[in-house]
């Protein structure tokens, strides 16, 4: 089966700090997503990439941008960590849109900022 | 843009018992609809989907109705188990501008099973 793993389970840093979030998927997957989880808002999209060096803003981009060096790879950066940035956020990949609409989602990243 | 709804926030059956959650979407174009079961500590997973051209889909104990005309559809678990307990999450496609197709999810629904 597909895994797709992120980096950190825990994360703490201070405000003002650049903050990178790692994501590998090992299934050759062309899009990669980043979503983060919050408690009564369920999951947003932050950004996602249909192919290296792609990238496309979702629902809530403000405070982050992305890196999509290699396929396997999508990085999440926050450039300036803010206490509202403190959040759970998932990395999930998928085969190219109408191949197959599974996602596949890491365990998630429990982003603490101070 | 999609906006969906999702209830209740949270629900509590007892083992055996059946459980029903409800989402609302706002697209008339979105087409697919799948479900997602998140336990502790771990991502979503993919439980069970349904596409607009069908009303129902079953997979052993859970269920999936749509109701396009409604805009509405619904998670069905049967005989419900303590290994069920876990968050849901509902979620609707809608196309992006580079027509990559992105899922809108609902608010979620934390399941608890008692033995």
């Known amino acids: 089966d597909v895994k797709v793993t992120q980096s950190s389970r825990y994360l703490v840093k201070r405000t003002g700090e650049k903050v990178f979030l790692e994501c590998v998927q090992d299934m050759d997957h062309e899009n990669m997503f980043w979503y983060r989880q919050d408690p009564g808002l369920g999951l947003r999209l932050i950004y996602f990439s249909y192919d290296v060096k792609m990238k496309e803003k979702g629902d809530i981009p403000e405070g982050y941008s992305v890196s999509r060096e290699k396929k396997e790879r999508f990085s999440l950066i926050l450039e300036s960590a803010s206490t509202n940035q403190t959040s759970m956020y998932l990395c999930?990949?998928?085969?190219?849109?109408?191949?197959?609409?599974?996602?596949?989602f890491g365990s998630g990243t429990q982003l603490s900022v101070l | 843009g999609e906006n969906v709804e999702q209830h209740p926030s949270t629900l509590s059956v007892q083992e055996g018992d059946s459980a029903v959650i409800k989402c609302t979407y706002s697209?008339?174009?979105?087409?697919?609809f799948p479900w997602y079961k998140q336990e502790l500590g771990k991502g979503p997973q993919l439980i069970i989907d349904i596409r607009s051209n069908v009303g129902e889909k079953k997979d052993q104990r859970i269920a999936v109705t749509l109701n396009k005309t409604a805009k509405h559809f619904s998670l069905h678990i049967t005989e419900t188990q303590p290994e069920d307990s876990a968050v849901y999450f509902c979620a609707a496609r809608t196309y992006g501008s580079s027509n990559t197709g992105k899922l809108i999810f609902g608010q979620g629904t934390t399941l608890q099973v008692k033995p």
């Open positions: 999930a990949s998928r085969l190219p849109f109408g191949r197959n609409e599974k996602l596949f």
């Open positions: 697209d008339s174009a979105s087409n697919y």
